[in-house]
Structure formats: C-alpha cells, structure tokens
C-alpha cells in the first residue's frame, strides 16, 4: 500500500532518520520498535505530512506523486492535545468537518466511534473529565473520523494505567480488520501480541524487519530452563562443560543453558543430575522472546557501531 523509499530527515547537522527503505502492505499491522532517539517519532512525522523529507520519497499506491496522500492517513501524536471544555462528541464533530466532512456525516461518524471506543455513554461530558485511558480511545476515534486507509498511532499505550492498556489493545485488535495500523511501543509484548510485522530502528535506521513468525524462526535459540532443589558449589561451571552447552545464565532460582543440539543436551544434563542425586524442580524448554530478539538486534548493531 505504501512504498518509502531511501527517507531521511536531518535537522542541520543530525541525521534523524537515513535513508529508510519500506513497504507496507494493506490491511497489516505493523508494529515500530526502538529505543530512545531511534528515529519513530520523526519518521511518524514524516509519513502523516506533519514535516517534510529532506530527501527521499513516501508513495501510495493509486495516489499520483504530486497529490497530498493526507487524506488517506489517521494520526495520533504520543501526546495527544484536547480542548477540555468541549464534549467528546463536539470533538468528533470538529475533527470530523476539519476533515471535510458535512456536520450531518461527521455527527453520524462521531456516534459510531463513540460507540465502537466505548465512550458512548461519556459521549455529552467535557474531556477534561476523562481518564487517560478514556482520551486515549478519543485519540484514537478522531483519528479514524475520516476512515483513513492507514492509522499511526505513536506510543499508543505508553501512559496508561493497565486498565486503560488493555482496554486499547483491544480495541487496536477489532481495528485490524478495517485498517492498517502502524504503531510504535516499548512494550514488546503488546507488539507481539497484535502485529503481523515487526519494524526495528535504532539510531535513525532500520536494523530488522519482517513478519512475526519468520522473525521469530530466524532469532529462535535452543534453550533449556531449569531449577534443582540444592544446587551445590560450581554447579553451573559443571554444566558449561557439558558438549554442545554454548552458554549459561542463572536468573535467581533458574539456570538458563542455550545449546546446538538440544537432544543431545537434555541426554546429558539428565545423566548429571541422576548421577549428582540433584533434585529436578524445574525443566522446560524455553522460547526466545521478542525482548531477547529486540536486544540481540540492537546490540549487534551497537556493536558494529563501535567497530
């Protein structure tokens, strides 16, 4: 649906964003992750038409060149600003005419999101009186007023209480299935539970992409987590030994083996425990997660930084 092709953005001499290649595809949803001052909020910025490109190019598919695709875009900013003194409703209504809409479509729309956000029954109180949960999911409606082809949401869940987050992940999940949704969050397990595509960026470019399960695929590590009642003196020194063990860590009670070849692994570690009389509180095979992955992204890329 959208092609961003070689997008920078500086401002005098630092580089915000370089030269970000990406295709969206409709009817996704795509989840941006960074850390500080990777580049998401200027590249929201720039895909909304809020500031221009210092070079490059953002492209949708049916809209010419030379045409504002603003239209086709819903936005809300990671601190969305209200008029406290006017009602829910009221503020549909003007987003919905600032959209160029007619009072009648922009009121009809106004009563759909209402109910569809879950603040129909505070449609007639002044925002000022909402819960941040609540003017998030206003944020949300004004930004689906005009039925935007792609909705952008920065840091969407960031400031809520978690009540207020999940009442939001839900409603991004029934969006899905209307829009493509392109959101930025810290927290990765949100990511995880409601994207089909992850986007990483750290330091103005991005460092990874693509779909949650080939990503997932690519960064899966064999890894066996495990606990023994007493564990005696150099217990973890022992299990380093063992063949195809590449590397331990111990998280409290919990001892973390990553290793090349899990059957044989697991062989092993069995024979040592029987033979030690240890006591097997705990043993699994542990996932890797969309964290580890996100760090292991951004330290590789840290470390060919500093290289």
């Known amino acids: 649906m959208i092609h961003i092709k070689?997008?920078?953005k500086k401002f005098q001499n630092t580089v915000a964003v370089s030269s970000i290649d990406l295709q969206l595809e409709e009817g996704q949803t795509i989840a941006l992750l960074g850390p500080n001052g990777a580049g998401k909020t200027t590249t929201f910025r720039m895909l909304a038409g809020l500031i221009k490109p210092t070079s490059g190019s953002i492209q949708f598919d049916q809209v010419a060149p030379s045409?504002?695709?603003r239209h086709y875009i819903?936005?809300?900013?990671?601190y969305p600003q209200f008029h406290g003194w006017m009602t829910g409703f009221e503020f549909l209504i003007l987003m919905g005419e600032l959209s160029g809409m007619s009072k009648a479509e922009a009121k009809e729309r106004a009563e759909l999101l209402l109910t569809r956000t879950g603040l129909d029954e505070a449609k007639h109180k002044r925002i000022s009186g909402y819960s941040g949960g609540m003017k998030q999911r206003l944020g949300i409606a004004q930004a689906m007023i005009h039925q935007p082809?792609?909705?952008?949401?920065?840091?969407?869940?960031s400031s809520l209480d978690p009540v207020g987050r999940r009442?939001?992940?839900?409603l991004l999940k029934t969006l899905k299935n209307e829009t493509t949704i392109l959101f930025s969050t810290h927290i990765l397990s949100d990511a995880e539970e409601i994207s089909d595509y992850l986007v990483v960026m750290n330091k103005g470019r991005v460092v990874e992409q693509g779909h949650v399960h080939d990503l997932e695929k690519k960064y899966q590590k064999q890894v066996i987590k495990l606990a023994v009642g007493e564990q005696p003196d150099h217990f973890i020194q022992t299990l380093e030994t063992l063949p195809y063990v590449k590397q331990t860590r111990q998280e409290g009670q919990h001892i973390y083996l990553e290793t090349t070849d899990m059957d044989a692994t697991r062989a092993s570690l069995l024979s040592l425990i029987i033979d030690k009389h240890l006591e097997l509180t705990h043993f699994s095979i542990d996932k890797t997660t969309l964290e580890e992955m996100f760090l292991e992204v951004i330290g590789f890329e840290a470390s060919s930084d500093h290289d």
Do not use: F, R, T
């Not at 082809?149 to 869940?157: G, R």
């Open 6 to 8: 070689a997008l920078q």
């Open 67 to 69: 045409m504002d695709h």
């Open 74 to 78: 819903g936005y809300l900013p990671q």
């Open 149 to 157: 082809k792609l909705l952008i949401l920065d840091e969407p869940v």
């Open 167 to 170: 009442d939001v992940l839900n």
